[in-house]
């Protein structure tokens, strides 16, 4: 079993960036495939991205593709997500989870979640 924590949120403005983490305690997070989630105010949670375990392949949502980068260092046992170019849209609370199959977009192909970190993007 993993238990993904999420770290790197804040307070930003429009256009700034900022690097959420996602470290594990418990296994390997290399076991597996890894995603993040977010959920805005009033909105049910959504895909953002995710990462197989290799690395090699990634996936995002369309919303913003382009603007953020999903990453791994499975030496480090951390995943990333880089947000460039934000928007006050993107204001939610972002979420790690780790994923025993292949995800990558549904929630119900994750197994382990984390708690959450706020992200707020003022105009």
């Known amino acids: 079993q993993v238990q993904p924590v999420e770290s790197g949120g804040g307070l930003v403005q429009a256009g700034g960036s900022l690097r959420l983490s996602c470290a594990a305690s418990?296994?390997?997070?290399?076991?597996?495939?890894m995603g993040w989630f977010r959920r805005a105010p009033g909105k049910e949670r959504e895909f953002a991205a995710a990462?197989?375990?290799?690395?090699?392949?990634?996936y995002y949502a369309d919303s913003v593709k382009g603007r953020f980068t999903i990453s791994r260092d499975n030496a480090k046992n951390t995943v990333y997500l880089q947000m460039n170019s934000l928007k006050p849209e993107d204001t939610a609370v972002y979420y790690c989870?780790?994923?025993?199959?292949?995800?990558?977009?549904?929630?119900?192909?994750?197994?382990?979640w984390g708690q959450g970190t706020q992200v707020t993007v003022s105009s």
């Open positions: 418990g296994r390997t997070l290399s076991r597996y495939f």
């Open positions: 989870a780790a994923s025993t199959s292949y995800g990558p977009r549904a929630q119900t192909d994750y197994n382990y």
């Open positions: 990462i197989n375990w290799s690395g090699r392949s990634t």
